[in-house]
């Protein structure tokens, strides 16, 4: 398959594949697309197969005819627009703030950790200032784990786990235990590793086709999220899953 | 569900929400339906007030089965409504006789403008404190009325009854034909160009003036009082609270001292501000009208602005120009650079609304140079929001000698922080969101609750209120100096756009009749004078 030069035969005629399928104005039959080409049936199968298969190429159901699919008018979209997040989480967030009477922080992943995208204050009217834009420790805090564990093309943080309390892991074996746990229950937990006496659950957020695309979580003092010397509150972990649900499926549908 | 709720109905302009809130005033269920649009000609925005009846017929299990409770679980039941839109009805069938006009409607600009050319915006200034405009329904029932003669004959006899959206509720809630009671609110009655704004009662004069018979209006009551029992699935629910919605929101943010204000940032953008107990003086800018009246209690006052395009020009920056895939990503190009690049954007589509008033005004963008990139274009569209919202409230400093302390915001804009940042560097006082967004549907369930006693009283309320984020002012003053008269010259460039029509050419439908000799056109100087700066020599007037 590899020509002199390093071209791969196969990739060039996938790519004049949707070459062809872009410029014909209306969905085409394998054999219309294969003359194009001047390739043998069969070939040009493979090849709109493996395109079909990976969302780059659509298949009719009933004409069996082929044409553009949306996956590659998703390549352009790099992520979730962070506004876009903080506007469809608007409304859930305030609503679960008002429930636990905690903080509600909303992130998505970047290289160095978990991005604050969207902060509501815990509603006791005691001071506090917006932490938008902060970017939090993958190890050391929930919404950091939640989405090291869950969002895509986010590689474990390399190589000094940085001490911010007493609690922090910062042992590679026990934080790697940690995020076993994490990635079976499904969301994540952080007591008083990042900041002393502060406790948080943050739970998976899902964009479209189920991509992981950033986490919510709440916060406050540690007595208020966990039980005493014991797991997270049973309500504050329920309350935070199923704004996480009604978030994702705001999310699942573009705007 | 164990205890007691209040509902709330939110009938706005796209649709109509019900709401159950707790006694801590936090969300228990929303149930929300769209209604149709209806534009039969340019110019032209019409609902049908009986398919938003059959909706609010919907919408109450809906509310009451996501909360888990019934009927005799709701202490009371608010109504906040969009105001300015005209309902005519026959009191035998029930049935409403021709569409309902909304406030977008510019149809009524003939009768407007023939009642500014009799020389009578003077007396209706004085006596409603409104200029004459196609805002208000008086001229929409006018309209209603003219187009045809019978019904003026039959409403004289009481056969035709007239209402905005709360009255048609509310008659309906409380029976219809089978004895529905027939009121408004003050709030929604100040909106109508016929109510004496001190005394707040229908006017004679303003009823001539609009050849509209008395007999056919509905009665005007506080906003918090029980004006009647509901039937069928509310059925002894009292009904008990009535605001028009920027008032509901007014009130649901818990501005209740003097000086407090909110700004509700949607398509446009709604700011009222607490004036207390005074009627305040017709000003040039600003409109005076009712913040509320509770029971008994003497009313309390407010000035209202309102801008024209602030969300709306998000929108055409994603529809018209495509710089954008949606709204909130206007926030992603904005933040693509540092500031606006000596770029500003007035955004007077159809002329300027408060506190500029001139009609003939059309958008601009000045300070284009072949530095500006997209992203400066979206920047210089959110810090118009802000700039326009800076000189609402200079022109109420001006005219009224309040200073905010703070500016309560809402509306889908505040998920905007960029904006909401510059609104507070642009103002120079901090902003807050507070955590019910819902703040219409809030502020019309706190007025029901009020008058059934289900909260004690107004300080109850103002402690249920939680800040969901606080924006402090950062900018430095000398940029604020800077930016803020470059706005105004940028102003100055949009004024007067449109040459003014000879006085005998027919008015247009779209054409907005804010007529040419009313005070607030003819006495604003240029832009950076009218307005309440350190060097204006009489700010109090
Ligand atoms: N993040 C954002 N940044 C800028 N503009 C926004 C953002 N989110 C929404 N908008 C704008 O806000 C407007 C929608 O807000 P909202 O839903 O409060 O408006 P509305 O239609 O006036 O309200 P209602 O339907 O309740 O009467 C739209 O014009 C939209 O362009």
């Known amino acids: 398959m590899v020509e002199v030069g390093g071209h791969i035969q196969s990739v060039e005629r996938a790519a004049a594949v949707l070459r062809i399928l872009g410029s014909a104005g209306k969905p085409l039959r394998l054999a219309e697309i294969a003359s194009a080409l001047g390739l043998a049936k069969a070939t040009t199968f493979g090849i709109i197969r493996t395109l079909r298969d990976v969302g780059f190429v659509h298949q009719d159901r009933e004409t069996s005819d082929y044409s553009l699919g949306d996956g590659l008018r998703d390549l352009g979209r790099a992520s979730l627009d962070p506004h876009d997040l903080r506007s469809h989480a608007m409304n859930w967030s305030d609503a679960l703030a008002s429930r636990t009477r905690l903080e509600v922080l909303v992130a998505m992943p970047q290289l160095d950790g978990a991005r604050i995208v969207h902060h509501v204050f815990r509603p006791d009217d005691s001071a506090q200032v917006l932490r938008v834009d902060e970017v939090l420790p993958f190890h050391a805090t929930a919404l950091g784990k939640v989405v090291l564990a869950f969002a895509a093309g986010i590689a474990s943080p390399t190589p000094g786990l940085e001490r911010y309390t007493q609690r922090t892991f910062t042992r590679r074996t026990s934080f790697d235990a940690e995020m076993r746990g994490v990635a079976e229950r499904g969301w994540a937990t952080e007591q008083a590793e990042f900041v002393p006496g502060v406790g948080a659950v943050a739970v998976p957020l899902r964009g479209f086709g189920g991509l992981g695309v950033g986490a919510v979580a709440v916060s406050g003092p540690l007595e208020r999220v966990f039980r005493h010397a014991g797991p997270a509150m049973d309500d504050v972990v329920s309350a935070t899953l199923e704004t996480a649900v009604a978030i994702s499926r705001s999310l699942g549908v573009r705007p | ?541």
């Open chain 2, 1 to 541: 569900m164990n205890g007691t709720v209040v509902a709330a109905i939110d009938q706005g302009t796209t649709s109509t929400r019900l709401m159950l809130f707790d006694r801590q005033g936090r969300t228990l269920s929303l149930a929300q339906r769209e209604h149709q649009q209806h534009f039969p000609q340019p110019g032209w925005v019409q609902h049908d007030a009986d398919e938003i009846w059959r909706h609010v017929g919907r919408l109450v299990p809906e509310a009451l089965e996501q909360a888990g409770v019934d009927a005799r679980q709701v202490a009371a039941l608010g109504i906040a409504n969009q105001r300015e839109t005209t309902v005519v009805w026959d009191r035998t069938t029930g049935r409403s006789l021709g569409p309902a006009i909304t406030w977008q409607d510019t149809r009524t600009s003939a009768i407007v403008d023939g009642l500014v050319a009799r020389g009578e915006a003077g007396r209706i200034v004085e006596t409603t404190g409104l200029h004459p405009h196609t805002y208000f329904a008086g001229p929409r029932l006018r309209w209603l009325l003219d187009q045809r003669p019978e019904l003026r004959e039959r409403a004289a006899r009481g056969e035709v009854l007239f209402g905005t959206m709360e009255t048609w509720l509310i008659w309906n809630l409380t029976g219809g034909v089978d004895g529905g009671v027939h009121v408004t609110d003050v709030t929604n009655a100040s909106r109508t160009m016929m109510m004496d704004l001190t005394t707040l009662t229908w006017d004679d004069t303003m009823l001539d003036l609009l050849d509209v018979p008395r007999a056919m209006l509905p009665e005007i009551r506080s906003n918090a009082e029980v004006y009647g029992t509901a039937v069928g699935r509310l059925a002894g629910v009292p009904i008990a609270g009535a605001l028009g919605d920027q008032q509901a929101a007014l009130f649901g943010q818990t501005c209740f001292s003097p000086g407090d204000a909110k700004c509700t940032y949607g398509t446009g953008a709604f700011l009222l501000v607490n004036t207390g107990s005074e009627r305040p003086r017709p000003g040039r800018t600003v409109l005076p009208t009712i913040a509320y009246a509770l029971g008994d209690d003497a009313p309390v006052y407010a000035v209202e602005g309102s801008i024209a395009m602030t969300g709306s020009l998000v929108q055409w920056l994603r529809d018209s120009l495509e710089l954008i895939e949606t709204a909130p990503q206007v926030e992603t190009l904005a933040r693509s650079v540092d500031d606006n690049g000596g770029c500003y954007i007035v955004p007077a589509f159809s002329g300027l609304f408060a506190p500029r008033w001139d009609p003939g005004a059309r958008g601009t963008i000045v300070g284009l140079t072949s530095y500006i990139r997209k992203g400066h274009i979206a920047r210089a569209a959110l810090e118009a929001t802000a700039w326009q919202t800076w000189e609402v409230v200079e022109a109420i400093r001006h005219d009224l000698g309040l200073t905010l302390e703070t500016l309560r915001v809402d509306g889908g804009m505040t998920s905007n922080h960029l904006l909401m940042q510059y609104v507070a560097d642009a103002l120079d006082v901090p902003v807050e969101r507070p955590l019910v967004s819902e703040t219409v549907c809030l502020g019309a369930a706190y007025a029901a609750g009020l008058t059934v006693g289900y909260w004690a009283d107004l300080n109850t309320l103002s402690h249920h209120r939680h800040r969901a984020a606080v924006w402090r002012p950062q900018m430095d003053p000398a940029v604020r100096a800077h930016e803020s008269s470059q706005w105004n010259r940028a102003v100055e460039h949009a004024l007067g756009w449109v040459p003014q029509r000879p006085p005998a050419a027919a008015p247009r439908a779209e054409r907005p009749t804010r007529p040419p000799e009313s005070p607030s056109v003819a006495a604003l100087p240029p832009a950076t004078s009218s307005l309440g700066t350190e060097s204006d020599p009489d700010p109090g007037r």
